[in-house]
């Protein structure tokens, strides 16, 4: 990667961080931790992974992107403005009644999603659904190819249906299905590791027989090179292993578990903000 194009990439991360601090602060309530450090994985996938039209938003030759761990939606919505799914406008409108930008992505009210998550552990069965319904079309209709994206939590990893889903793709080799997991270690009762510990988390995904990568979720050039990789393992569904850290971005969220599921006052957003755009 060219140094103009990360220093693009950057710039525009800062963008979305903050303009996540000014929804979540304004709407009162919603996920900061989760939202923050999920900026560089949005970012590198809708300006330089992603094939969609936030014009057709159902285009038929698009890439699906599932979005299972619903609750960090504020940087979604936000990337999906900076690209032009939405104007940045509606960003203002977070969590208020009849907006299309609810505390959960909801499918039927706005264009652009590939389904509506809530409960956690869904995301990867949904995906799994859609990449073999879309292998049987490849092979009927001779359908265009495309890839299926499914970012997920750690704490998803919890839960049964999770596990499940991995035993599926692995038996059915979905070498079009990448996941990207979103390690921040933590979780609304704690830190991951002392809540329900997920190491060697490695080596676990692998004994589902899926291809497992691990990189800096933080990182432009890891995340896009990961994907680029992925591409190229054709026997195995892929997951990725992103390390973040929780509220990536501002020093008074950074690493700590009680951010999950807090907002910062207006008071405390304006504060961090000046401190942001002043740097």
Known sequence: MIKEEKEKLKKIAKTIREEIIKMISEAGSGHTAGSLDMVEILVAIYFNILKYDPKNPDWKDRDYLIYSHGHTCPALYAVMAEVGFFPKSELRTLRKLGSPLQGHPHKEWLKGLETSSGPLGEGLSQAIGMALAHRINVNFQNSDDKYFYCLMSDGEFQEGQTWEALMLAGKEKLNKLIAIVDRNNIQISGNTEDVMPLESFKNKLESFNWSVMEIDGHNFEEIIGAIEDAKKVLD??????????????????????????????????KEILNDSIGK
């Open 236 to 269: 195995k569904p892929i997951i990725i292993i992103a390390n973040t850290i929780a509220g990536k971005g501002f020093k008074e969220f950074e690493g700590d578990y009680r951010w999950h599921g807090k907002v910062p006052t207006p008071e405390q957003a």
